[in-house]
């Protein structure tokens, strides 16, 4: 849909400034903070972010708008009218799969809600066709792939066997680890920064299963090995995972006292996250 005014389906909250009735024209008052839509209300949380997006959260498939903090509001209103087909389409699967279940734990099937980096998308998986005639990939790597559509917050995993939950955790991994990767370098190099005078990064980090520890230094090899587990939480649980390793390995004769202000100095308010790494019971511990 190109036409932001021929669809009234995306309008702003409240009434014009004169006070007369509200047009069909999907003009928002300034500063935005929600949109409405289909008699729901999306609230839209302006970020330090190049992308704007929409997410539905579950189990009510309740969408979020997220956009960056210059971004105009009649450009926030038109991105919502262009997907907004779409979004009632995914609301759908969403609410008929929490239908069935009420459960949050992912399962890498149609409808499951998988977190990469602490944003939720849903998923879509699709048969491949045979593989007769086919060598066979080690334990299915070369059978599956991932595809993201980060605008309506969808990935679509495509597989041999549509019910076989371990191959469903490798193709949504061949693509959340690349993405995982690129971000956590980064982060882990300005964390450093911020909090070490020096340059004290190990010279590479890389993803692995790690059954105890979210965060393991290998000194040996000047590698920082990061848990599978941690893909599905918010960066800033990365970073006081890898700040808090990297505190015992650095200085490992620091007291109780040094090493919260460390904490504090690289991530106000790390308390919080630290909780949320803690509770067994959040939706991303369930991934």
């Known amino acids: 849909m190109t036409d932001t005014n021929s669809d009234p389906a995306a309008k702003p909250m409240g009434k014009p400034a004169d006070g007369s009735a509200p047009s069909s024209q999907p003009v928002v008052e300034r500063p935005v903070e929600t949109i409405q839509f289909d008699d729901m209300t999306a609230t839209i949380r302006r970020l330090s972010t190049p992308e704007t997006y929409i997410a539905l959260q579950p189990p009510d498939a309740i969408p979020y708008i997220v956009a960056p903090l210059d971004k105009p509001p009649d450009e926030i209103v038109a991105f ?60 299915g790597r070369a059978n599956v792939s991932a595809a993201v559509r980060p605008e309506v917050s969808v990935i679509d ?10 191959q469903g955790r490798m193709a949504f991994l061949s693509l959340a680890k690349p993405v995982f990767l690129r971000n956590v370098q980064s982060l882990a190099e300005q964390c450093m920064a911020r909090v070490f005078d020096d340059d004290k990064l ?36 990365f970073i006081y995972a890898f700040l808090n390793e990297m505190i015992k390995v650095l200085l490992p004769e620091a007291d109780e006292s040094e ?10 308010g790390w308390q919080e996250y630290r909780e949320i790494l803690a509770d067994s019971n959040s939706v991303y511990s369930n991934q």
């Open 157 to 166: 995993l495509f597989l041999i066997r549509t019910r076989d939950y371990d």
């Open 80 to 139: 919502v009218i262009q997907w907004i087909e779409v979004i009632r389409e995914l609301r759908a699967d969403m609410l008929k799969h929490f239908q069935k279940t009420k459960s949050l734990k992912c399962r890498y099937q149609t409808g499951d809600i998988a977190y990469l980096f602490g944003r939720p998308y849903m998923l879509r998986v699709y048969p491949v066709a045979s593989t007769m005639g086919r060598k066979k990939g080690t334990r």
């Open 202 to 237: 190990p010279k590479s980090i890389a993803v692995r299963p790690l059954r105890s520890d979210w965060i393991r230094v290998d000194q040996t090899k000047d590698t920082v090995w990061v848990s599978e587990n941690l893909i599905p939480y918010p960066p800033e649980c």
């Open 259 to 268: 090493r919260i202000a460390l904490l504090d100095k690289g991530l106000p």
